[in-house]
């Protein structure tokens, strides 16, 4: 004879298979989390790390503003599990300065005005970064190819290619150094104001 299961108990095994235990890298920290396999890594990221940094835009795979690095290659965080980024390093703009020095790729984007309303900058930056990190001394043609996925509503994308190029140099000219108001000196101040 049929009987219909106990709704009790369906909510039951609903809520047994809903979260998995997983141990995730973030920024060379790690974290166990039981979350519903479902979930993207951006909303892991964002609502149970509180790193906000990765931004929430299209959630379509469609604008890279939520770009991130997964075993150093750049993925959108909105189009990946968290549960398939288990065991492999996560870097967000979080762990990109050197603690309050900032990457010298975000020196060049303040540097070269590559940074306007900022929300697409994150994920500009792990895009440049991912290139940087492979090709040490990109030419503009491979800065503009590795931001493809992202787009920027303000700069009109040459600020941010010229940033990626010089970044380079620039960590070789000023290494380590902090730039005017990063924590170690300071409200923010843009440099070109000479403040
Ligand atoms: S929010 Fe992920 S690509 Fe737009
Ligand atoms: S700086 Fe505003 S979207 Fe790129």
């Known amino acids: 004879m049929h009987s219909e299961p ?3 108990g369906a909510l039951a095994r609903a809520d047994a298979v809903a979260k998995r235990l997983v141990r995730l890298e973030v920024n060379g920290a790690g974290y166990e989390l039981a979350i519903e396999p479902r979930r993207s890594l951006l909303e892991v990221l964002r609502a149970d790390l509180g790193l906000t940094g990765t931004k929430e835009v299209c959630l379509l795979g469609a604008c890279g503003a939520c770009t991130v690095l ?4 750049p993925v959108l965080a909105c189009l990946t599990l968290a549960v398939a980024c288990e065991g492999k390093p996560i ?7 050197d603690g309050h020095a900032l990457h010298p790729l975000q ?3 303040v540097e070269k005005g ?8 994150p994920g500009m930056i792990l895009a440049g970064k991912a290139l940087l990190d492979r090709n040490p001394h990109p030419t503009a043609a491979e800065a503009a190819e590795a ?3 992202n787009l920027c509503r303000c700069t009109g994308y040459a600020q941010i290619v010229e940033a ?9 000219d000023t290494p380590g150094q902090p730039l005017p ?3 170690d000196s300071g409200p923010y101040l843009m440099p070109e104001l000479g403040e």
């Open 181 to 183: 108001g990063t924590l």
């Open 147 to 149: 931001i493809s996925g």
């Open 107 to 109: 020196r060049a984007f």
């Open 164 to 172: 990626i190029v010089s970044a380079p140099s620039l960590a070789a």
């Open 6 to 8: 106990q709704v009790g």
């Open 91 to 97: 870097v967000t703009i979080e762990g990109v300065a």
């Open 70 to 73: 997964v075993a150093g290659r």
């Open 114 to 121: 590559a940074v306007q309303c900022g929300f697409c900058t």
